[in-house]
């Protein structure tokens, strides 16, 4: 009886070691294949739990993610024949997991040293084709646009999508740096000294056209001075005429003791004229002044 319980346990515990390697679990993020004596028998599989045939089925599981590999840097040329390293990253994840075990035997590190061969090409040829300045601002995003769809093409071959590509840096050699750089320092004095000359054009346009606006007030300014001057001594005159014509005598003596004191305003002055002169007339007839004995 007891042995029959033991050779019962015995068995129960065979079919459940049976059953156990019977099953297989495949998580979201993985991507699986069932193999059977190293031949591809389904793939593809499902997230969840599925049944496999102990001993003669195998189960390859992969990273189902998107995955990064970074390239070694790399000398390229331009159109100019100037050389530049590049470094770059490729992100990528499996679409068919029976090809990616085909073409790189499922392994990441060979599925990006494959992919970083296309991208060198890709970037090869693109780089050739351009300047520097066009690799390095203009046409950039350009580059990684028909470099990611090229690779996605080549790549579709091992099961592979490429999602993404892109160029960390680009440095110049030494030699060739400085080459760059002095041609670059020598484009901005030339734009320097361009927008120097444009401002000073532009100042001596400016002032010009100052001076000349100075010149039209200062002889507006005169015009109106001279003219507010005219009209002041024509009124003048008028006042003059009506206050002779009120009293001639009177506007003669006032006249006359003017001239009389801007003439005889100094010690020194001498006038040397006829004493029966109109200048004199209103001294005629007058008491000479006879000076106090001492």
Known sequence: MLQNKMVLGVISIVVLLIMMMSLFYVQETEKALKLQFGRVVKADYSPGLHFKIPFFQTIRKFDGRIQSFDSNPQHFLTGEQK?????????????????????????????????????????????????????????????????????????????????????????????VSTSVYQRMDAAREQVAKELRSRGEAAAVRI????????????????????????????TATEIYA?????NVDFYTLTRSL?????????????????????????????DPIIAPKE
């Open 83 to 175: 050389n530049l390293i590049v470094d770059s990253f490729i992100k990528w994840r499996i679409t068919d997991t029976e090809a990616y075990l085909k073409s790189v035997g499922g392994n990441p590190i060979n599925a990006g040293r494959r992919l970083s061969e296309f991208i060198a090409d890709g970037l090869r040829s693109e780089f050739g084709k351009r300047t520097i300045q066009e690799v390095v601002s203009g046409d950039r995003a350009k580059i990684m646009d028909i470099i990611t769809a090229e690779a996605n093409r080549r790549g579709s071959e091992f099961g592979i999508e490429v999602v993404d590509v892109r160029i960390k840096q680009i440095n110049l050699p030494d030699d």
């Open 207 to 234: 002032r010009a056209e100052a001076d000349r606006e100075n010149m039209e007030i200062i002889s507006k300014a005169e015009r109106d001075a001279e003219q507010i001057r005219g009209e002041g001594d024509a």
């Open 258 to 286: 003017n001239a009389y004191r801007e003439v005889f305003n100094s010690k020194d002055d001498v006038l040397v004229i006829e004493p029966n002169s109109d200048f004199f007339k209103f001294f005629k007839g007058l």
């Open 242 to 246: 009506r206050a002779f014509n009120r």
